[in-house]
């Protein structure tokens, strides 16, 4: 087994309202101002070892793409640690730092947001090498239309602005970008929510040819389970800011035990089943600010029992390989189905 590139440990990020000029001045005559929390993520603890790809999936909110920006450093955590190469992020030097940095890229979701729009594609895929000094001015160009060929898009695209492309070949460049800096790590945001199906197919395929030729290991966020099937060798699931479940690919689409996982396999698309009638899960996610005690999932779970209201369930072994946060699994004579 490969050594993890990336290790989460304990990680909270809370999001707090900062208060306002009257709720400052109450609190100097004694007053006590209470400004909501935003839980985003709660206790998470994740390794993702060497070459490997993990699906991180999830509702809209559930804290996801918060835990990706802070593994790619973008946003600090309220508690816990993250380490790249066994080293804890917050404590590295300089140089070591630097290594991070370069060493951690992130994709994002939206490909024309995440470009300037004033830049020509040259100059987007060339800024990090000038940053950085990794290569002289004069190699620069030739790294550039290296880039654009590797991601499948003629180097004639280089004099390019971001408005004068697709949206799939915007997505290329993010990729392109990310990759300019030999990067051993990619938090990839959604990479393929906002492009269409047949676009989405050739990206994936993409990532995955990349991985291949550099050995890069991925941590690819989506909402999407039919996505996250098709590139992922192990799947984590996550509901209010905590992994309910966390296995190799195959055993989470065949022996889910979550509850919160078998309606979200559930509502899975499938040409298969020819008569079929849709359950959606019951309520909405509740609201980060106010989550629910004991378990999250239990307002919305079929099989809640009393202790589910009361006590935080924590990830345990179901089988080899494949852990669970959930009550059921300790019932007498109860599991879920």
């Known amino acids: 087994m490969s050594n993890p590139v990336i290790q989460i440990q304990g ?15 109450l609190s100097l005559t004694g007053y006590k101002v209470d400004n909501p929390t935003v839980h985003a993520v709660n206790g998470v603890d994740i390794d993702v070892r060497k070459g490997e790809v993990l699906g991180l999936v999830g509702e809209s909110g559930c804290g996801k793409s918060t835990l990706g920006r802070m593994v790619a450093g973008l946003i600090k955590p309220s508690e816990g640690r993250v380490l790249f190469n066994g080293q804890d992020v917050s404590d590295l030097g300089r140089r070591q730092r630097l290594e ?8 994002f979701q939206d490909p024309q947001a995440s470009l300037n729009p004033k ?5 987007i895929l060339s800024e990090p090498l000038k940053v950085h000094k990794l290569a002289p001015r004069n ?25 004068q492309i697709s949206g799939g070949q915007r997505q290329r460049i993010g990729i392109a970008r990310a990759l300019m800096v030999n990067p051993q790590f990619l938090v990839c945001d959604e990479p393929v929510a906002a492009l269409d199906v047949s676009i989405q197919a050739q990206v994936i395929n993409l990532f995955m040819d990349l991985r291949d030729r550099h050995g890069l290991t991925y941590l690819f966020i989506s909402h999407d389970l039919g996505v996250v099937r098709h ?13 309910v479940e966390i296995a190799n690919t195959e055993d989470i689409y065949a022996r889910a035990v979550h509850p919160y996982t078998q309606a979200l396999l559930a509502e899975m698309p499938d040409v298969k089943r020819k008569r079929r009638t849709f359950v959606p899960i019951k309520g909405e996610i509740p609201s980060p600010l106010d989550p629910p005690s004991g378990c999250t999932f239990h307002p919305r779970c079929p099989h809640a029992m ?8 924590v990830l345990k072994e179901a089988a080899p390989g494949h852990q669970a946060a959930c009550h059921l699994m300790d019932a007498p004579g109860v599991r879920p189905a």
């Open 231 to 243: 590139i992922s060798d192990r799947v984590a699931i996550m509901y209010l800011g905590r992994i």
């Open 139 to 163: 190699e620069q160009a030739g790294r550039v239309d290296k880039a654009l060929l590797e991601v499948g898009l003629d180097a004639e695209y280089r004099s390019r602005l971001p408005h």
């Open 11 to 25: 990680l909270h990020k809370r999001f707090g309202q900062r208060p306002d000029l009257a709720q400052r001045l």
């Open 100 to 107: 991070y940095i370069l060493g951690v890229q992130m994709v």
């Open 119 to 123: 830049q020509r594609l040259h100059q």
């Open 306 to 313: 009393d202790i589910c209201r009361t006590k935080v369930p």
